[in-house]
Nanobody
């Protein structure tokens, strides 16, 4: 029903910047919170940052001051601007969106396929 497609990943040098995009196949006006998660080799998937439908953001300590999450409902796209990248930021980055599925308030999370970000010199 809903498809999320990440893009913008690649190989970047330490200290560099990259902007990830998450394009939704449908209007995001009905979306609830959205977010970016990442999964490094041998580690569990972890949240990086989240943004509410009203544009309020919540960042993890590791992302605070370096990463900025935003959403453009008109373009059906969510972004993650990453600056001052470190090797430990290397991971597959996933976008997710929470959608209400019925009138009773039940929700379902949708996930993209992920985009690889490799930070190395």
């Amino acid at each position: 029903q809903v498809q999320l497609v990440e893009s913008g990943g690649g190989l970047v040098q330490p200290g560099g910047s990259v902007r990830l995009s998450c394009a939704a196949s449908t209007s995001m006006l009905s979306f609830g919170a959205m977010g970016w998660y990442r999964q490094a080799p041998g580690k569990q998937r972890e949240v990086v940052a989240r943004i509410t439908s009203g544009g309020k953001t919540i960042s993890t300590d590791s992302a605070k001051g370096r990463f900025t999450i935003s959403r453009d409902n008109a373009k059906n796209t969510m972004y993650l601007e990453m600056n001052s990248l470190k090797p430990e930021d290397t991971a597959v980055y996933y976008c997710t969106a929470r959608l209400r599925v019925d009138v009773w308030g039940n929700e379902r999370d949708y996930w993209g396929q992920g985009t690889q970000v490799t930070v190395s010199s």
